[in-house]
């Protein structure tokens, strides 16, 4: 009943997450989770944590993983901020940089947009090109918000062009969020100690397999750190809990893990990409752990509906420009081989 509602309440349209099939026999590729368990590091910190510890509040700025996050960035901790998935990072940053007249793609993550309309922050869009990928020339505003590799798109600026971003904002705060990084376009956080207006944020949610955890962090120099904590300070003083710092700081301390299991997202997204092609997907350049493709003769709704029957769940976006496109998150080998049998399927039945 609307009538409790505010006027805020009432009227926002609020982001609407992946469908959350349950059951063992499905193939769920529609949320960009990683495939593979999370470090053995971090799977020890969680079987050997002490309960008893959990009468007392966590660190409020991210304890141990704070310094984790310093460590493997190689930046002071001054320089880090930690915070309860980077969903929540995000809309702490919306706040407290942004006032109105900020900019970002027509085609990125869907929750820019909310965040603005909640926050009361004017924005604008600009379209991106044909191809998909961004006109960084025309990304100038009151504020700038760029997922890299954007979602859905999974297409990645270079170094090269997120530098001319910041150039041509240098009055005003940039934000890379940076999701997908670890899936081969790599992390501009390289860029933070020369550039007062970066913010580099990032999630262990799909290049650590920890989305259950809820867990992100920001880079940026400390002016902005501040600017983070005194809207966190002002909502919500421990938005980590205790376990979730331990077991991300020893997960993002295990390179080497990370690294690994990134490798193999990548090869099987690259195989799959081809898989695709073969069978007459247009599959958009992926830098990140899933694909966008298109099929000139197939429908994208119709074929989600036709894996959904089947068990296997990938993601449509019913919007302008992209309502011909799947995103499809990648799963093991095995998985995205049955996927593959089953658009062979409904691509044959189509053409027949």
């Known amino acids: 009943m609307e009538q409790f509602l505010s006027r805020r309440a009432a009227s926002i349209t609020p982001y609407q997450a992946g469908e959350q099939p349950q059951g063992s026999d499905i193939i769920k590729l529609n949320t960009n989770e990683n495939p593979y368990p999370p470090s053995p590091k971090a799977l020890a910190v969680l079987q050997s944590f002490g309960g008893e510890k959990l009468r007392l509040y966590p660190k409020p700025d991210g304890g141990v993983l704070k310094s984790a996050v310093a460590e493997v960035y190689g930046f002071d901790e001054d320089y880090v901020f930690c915070g309860n998935g980077s969903d929540?990072?995000?809309?702490?940053?919306?706040?407290?940089?942004?006032?109105?007249?900020?900019?970002?793609?027509?085609?990125?993550?869907?929750?820019?947009?909310?965040?603005?309309?909640?926050?009361?922050?004017?924005?604008?869009?600009?379209?991106?090109?044909?191809?998909?990928?961004?006109?960084?020339?025309?990304?100038?505003g009151d504020g700038v918000v760029l997922a890299n590799p954007n979602a859905p798109t999974g297409i990645a600026l270079s170094l090269a062009e997120i530098e001319r971003i910041l150039q041509n904002n240098s009055d005003h705060v940039v934000i890379i969020d940076e999701a997908y990084a670890s899936f081969g376009a790599g992390s501009v956080a390289s860029l933070v100690p020369k550039n007062p207006n970066l913010l580099?944020?990032?999630?262990?949610?799909?290049?650590?397999?920890?989305?259950?955890?809820?867990?992100?962090?920001?880079?940026?120099?400390?002016?902005?750190i501040d600017g983070l904590v005194r809207i966190k300070d002002s909502f919500n003083s421990y938005p980590l809990d205790m376990i979730a710092q331990e077991a991300a700081a020893a997960a993002l301390r295990d390179t080497e893990y990370c690294a690994a299991m990134s490798a193999k997202v990548v090869s099987t997204r690259e195989r799959t990409a081809q898989q695709l092609g073969e069978l007459g997907f247009t599959v958009l350049p992926s830098h990140a752990n899933f694909v966008f493709a298109s099929h000139p003769q197939v429908s994208a709704a119709a074929l989600k509906s036709y894996l959904s029957e089947h068990g296997i769940y990938v993601r449509h976006f019913n919007k302008p420009r992209i309502y011909d496109f799947l995103r499809i998150t990648m799963g093991t080998d095995e998985q995205m081989d049955a996927l593959i049998e089953s658009i062979k399927g409904f691509v044959y039945s189509v053409s027949c």
């Open 88 to 140: 929540e990072v995000l809309g702490l940053a919306f706040q407290a940089f942004f006032d109105e007249n900020i900019v970002f793609p027509d085609i990125t993550y869907s929750f820019y947009p909310v965040w603005a309309d909640l926050f009361s922050i004017s924005y604008k869009t600009v379209p991106l090109r044909d191809d998909f990928t961004v006109p960084v020339n025309e990304l100038v």
């Open 200 to 224: 580099v944020v990032s999630t262990l949610s799909k290049s650590h397999s920890l989305a259950g955890l809820r867990v992100a962090f920001a880079l940026g120099q400390p002016h902005l």
